[in-house]
């Protein structure tokens, strides 16, 4: 690239850095940001470009990087999903095995407050895990079923059952939702939730069966 000297119209060439700066100058203009190709474009060209260089390479056609590219893509989103499904199940387990109450020392109160206040916020799996929670706590504070740490809600719905048998099968469907919402990934609706709220007070409002060595409880 050269330019003239205003008078003697003399060309010169110019320096490195001067021609640089002059290409910028030049290239600046309006009419070249016009022609300019959109951001969109000038990327798929590189990456065609890229996969023309390893195709020149490996001796693939484009055609065939594309699908294997595809195909690794496929590959890797299976492998992420399939990692995601084992450490959820990890989690699942590792919350059964600590029982229905896990590590709460809550009052049945306080978990139904609890319930409550999820379902009116929309909160419904925790709504079933509080109400199923306060359902196991005033089973223990009324004495009628043992404390014991880890129980299942299938353990409590059956042992429950044995004590107020007229509930036994609310309890074992109860327990099913429970477990279906805490660890079978199936989603919390209003309905599952009033379902354990309204076992909440049906055990609440429930007379224990008689039996050997039981007293009721109040």
């Known amino acids: 690239m050269s330019r003239y000297l205003p008078l003697a119209g003399t060309p010169i060439a110019p320096g490195r850095e001067t021609g640089q700066t002059w290409a910028r100058e030049e290239l ?18 590189w990456l065609l470009h890229q996969l023309d260089r390893v195709a020149a390479r490996t001796g693939l056609g484009a055609g065939q990087l594309v699908a294997l590219i595809v195909v690794l893509a496929v590959v890797a989103v299976v492998v992420v999903l399939l990692v995601r499904r084992q450490v959820r199940l990890t989690v699942a387990r590792s919350e059964a095995a ?8 809550l009052s049945w109160a306080e978990h139904r407050r609890l319930a409550a206040l999820a379902s009116a916020e929309g909160r ?43 509930l036994a099968g609310e309890l074992a469907s109860a ?36 039996r050997p060595g039981l007293v009721p409880a109040s």
């Open 28 to 45: 600046a203009k309006p009419e070249y940001a016009r022609a300019r190709p959109s951001l969109f474009v000038r990327v798929v060209t």
């Open 98 to 105: 600590r029982g229905v109450l896990g590590t709460s020392a």
């Open 124 to 166: 419904y799996a925790d709504a079933v895990r509080e109400s199923m929670r306060a359902i196991a706590r005033r089973l223990d504070e009324r004495g009628l079923l043992d404390p014991r740490p880890g129980r299942t809600a299938d353990e409590l719905a059956s042992e429950a059952g044995l004590v107020l048998p007229s």
């Open 175 to 210: 327990a099913r939702t429970f477990d279906d919402v805490m660890y079978g990934s199936v989603a919390a609706t209003a309905t599952s939730a009033d379902q354990l709220r309204r076992l909440d007070e049906m055990v609440e409002a429930q007379r224990p069966a008689a």
